[in-house]
């Protein structure tokens, strides 16, 4: 005999040996029509609106020479200023690290970070 003939294999019993819910399915039909699905309309919520201004400059003193950029005036809570930062650094490619109440990113970005801060909500960004 060769490795294909499958003669000793147990069969396989059509069904579990006790399904507590085999019952049920003939009593399908016999149940109440439910509500029909709500139309899916898009249900906007407001967004939620940023800062109402804030102030980027850059500043080289007490930093061994380094520039940095500073955000300040943005008057949000500390977990919201982490989560800022975050986006901040992935979308201009440099480090930074929350000091305070300012954001403090690696290098001279204020060209750049201007309508990054406007796409996020800010009003008013002043370069300074």
């Known amino acids: 005999m060769g490795k294909r003939d499958k003669k000793d294999e147990p069969v396989a019993p059509a069904a579990p040996f006790h399904n507590p819910f085999a019952a049920l399915a003939a009593k399908r039909e ?24 804030a102030v980027v400059r850059m500043e080289r003193k007490g930093r061994g020479g380094k520039e940095v950029t500073v955000v300040e005036h943005l008057e949000l809570p500390a977990p919201q200023r982490e989560v800022w930062l975050k986006a901040l650094k992935n979308s201009l490619g440099c ?8 954001l403090v990113l690696q290098g001279d970005q204020r ?5 990054l ?9 002043t370069v300074g």
Do not use: T
Request: overall charge positive; charged content about 25%; aromatic content about 0%.
């Open 111 to 115: 060209e750049r970070l201007p309508s």
């Open 95 to 102: 480090g930074g690290v929350v000091e305070g109440d300012a």
């Open 30 to 53: 016999a149940l109440p029509v439910g509500p029909s699905a709500p139309a899916a309309s898009p249900v906007q919520k407001p967004e939620p609106k940023g800062p109402a201004r």
């Open 117 to 125: 801060l406007e796409a996020r909500g800010v009003r008013k960004v």
